[in-house]
């Protein structure tokens, strides 16, 4: 079985620059979930789909993050501009509906802005 | 060796000893504990669960202990290899989402 798939795996950009992250889940999973993992600390969750819709984006910082997930499969998570402290792995992660204890994750997306 | 969770991140033991991580949560509500290994590069990998009904859970060389009275975790590692060399989180189930702690990095030497 396929696992979580993320592109790039690596991103440098400048300060106020745009990125975008791919993440493709475990088929037949329905909810994925984006985490930001500071160096050093334990992953924190941005926003949860089930399908298409958002079940929890408390902790997303909408005024320059945004994600989406248009036809329940893929995913993007977007950052503009981008600041310092949005240096982080970008952790996607995937589980069957109703299953957040048994998440599996990608390999991550490493985001270093200078 | 031991380690006490945010107090002590790094733990630092001799192949073959047993290795203690140390996790405590915060949520007394919390019904539902993993034991997450990320090793350099890559995702956090489930390692063993535990609910909050039991005490004590054992997988394959792993061990996961809850104490709810002082909402504390802990997971041990028996005759620890070099392959067990990775940053070990402790994630509790808080509500909507898992919420993870900051991790122990476990180093073994050969």
């Known amino acids: 079985e396929a696992g979580v798939a993320q592109s790039p795996r690596y991103k440098i950009i400048e300060k106020r620059q745009s990125v975008a992250f791919w993440c493709n889940p475990i088929?037949?999973?329905?909810?994925l979930y984006w985490y930001q993992q500071i160096l050093g600390q334990g992953p924190k969750l941005l926003i949860q789909f089930q399908n298409n819709g958002v079940v929890d984006d408390s902790q997303l910082p909408k005024d320059r993050f945004s994600a989406e997930r248009l036809k329940g499969v893929d995913s993007t998570l977007k950052i503009q501009p981008a600041k310092l402290e949005d240096s982080a792995v970008y952790l996607c992660?995937?589980?069957?509906?109703?299953?957040?204890?048994?998440?599996?994750f990608g390999p991550g997306t490493r985001l270093l802005v200078l | 060796g031991e380690s006490v969770g945010l107090h002590l991140p790094t733990l630092s033991v001799q192949e073959g000893d047993n290795s203690i991580i140390n996790c405590a949560y915060s949520n007394s509500a919390s019904d539902y504990f993993i034991w997450y290994k990320q090793e350099s590069g890559k995702g956090p990998q489930f390692i063993i669960d535990?609910?909050?009904?039991?005490d004590k859970r054992q997988g394959q060389r792993v061990t996961v202990l809850l104490n709810k009275t002082v909402k504390h975790l802990s997971l041990q590692i028996a005759a620890t290899q070099p392959g067990d060399s990775a940053v070990y989180f402790c994630a509790e189930n808080a509500g909507n989402d898992m919420r993870f702690g900051a991790g122990t990095r476990l180093t073994v030497k050969p």
């Open positions: 088929s037949g999973h329905a909810t």
């Open positions: 535990i609910r909050s009904n039991m």
């Open positions: 992660a995937s589980s069957l509906l109703g299953r957040k204890e048994t998440q599996y």
